[in-house]
């Protein structure tokens, strides 16, 4: 039995002479988190609206279960779909809301309280099933509109930049969260989001797009150590892209933890600015080291705050920067900044 869930192939789609997806082709296995992720535009949802078949293709074959379902309705498709928006009913209670969509499936009365309650129970919200929408925080009404798509058992579950509207604490537990009823319901899960963090921390595979297609696929360590393209490496992560003035054709990129700092043996460089995050301070030096090829630049680079508290780093400190050889991404094309 082979473990391909979904597979995607040579899908394109266009809105009358736009083309907002150009063949797309990836594969999920069972019990995988995919996330589509890229900058706004670029075509998720759209790629996920043809998926949940709420637009059709203009072209290519999408299978589930190795069965083609690129033409089958959304009601046949048995998924389970989470908005950003939580699209959830204000007159309603939070089981009510989970029992609506159960009914709506005509599943037997006796069953959907159970079901309701069981999939209340998943994402820890039993104690507030009474309480109507405006009596929960924005984190539990998303959690309510889980546990709708969760109830009706589905085969797998999209999930449309689910987390977007929340600030940044409940964002964090809440990743953590879907996460977890992910592997622990083993449903395969497919998520847009245009974070970043949100898909590394959360993601078996990210599928990274832009401009309509798909640039890389991989596991988050694969697209954020061995980024394909120059796209990939500047919108995961921070990168350095060292000789974009000059007039050579390829270009080499560096993330700027992975720079050495010293205070001999190395570039020597001038520190221009001081940023603290907390474990790390990111700098942005300056080349000044005459007969390097990288004189003039400003480069990035982050130190662990150890470092920097005991070398005294501060604007106008004087250091050695390296830039350790398997650590240099290059890339044959030009990148405009
Ligand atoms: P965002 O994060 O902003 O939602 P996205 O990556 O999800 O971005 P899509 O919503 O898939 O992007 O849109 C991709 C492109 O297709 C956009 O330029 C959008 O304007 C266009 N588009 C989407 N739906 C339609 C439509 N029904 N008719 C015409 N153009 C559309």
Partial sequence: MTNSFLKVEGVSKHFGQFTALEQISFQMNKNEFVCLLGPSGCGKTTLLRLIAGLDQATKGRIYVNERDITNLPPAKRNFGIVFQSYALFPNLTALKNVEFGL???????????????????????????????????????QRVSLAR????????????????????????????????????TGIPTIMVTHDQEEALTMADKIIVMNNAKIVQTGTPQEVYYQPNHPFVADFIGSINFINKHSNLKDVVAIRPEHIKVTEENGLLSIVETVEFKGPVYRLKVKVVEPTSSLFNELVKV???????????IQKGSQLAITLPENRILAYKEQVVV
């Fill in 149 to 184: 798509a969760l109830a009706l058992s589905p085969e797998f579950l999209l999930l449309d930049e689910p987390l977007s509207a929340l600030d940044a604490k409940v964002r964090e537990k809440l990743r953590y969260e879907i996460r977890m009823i992910q592997e622990k």
């Fill in 302 to 312: 982050d130190v662990s705050a150890h470092i920097a508290h005991r070398l005294n």
């Fill in 103 to 141: 009914k709506a499936k005509k599943i037997p009365k006796q069953q959907v309280r159970e079901k309701a309650m069981e999939a209340l129970e998943l994402v820890d919200l039993l104690h507030v099933m009474d309480k109507h929408p405006a009596q929960l925080s924005g984190g539990q009404q």
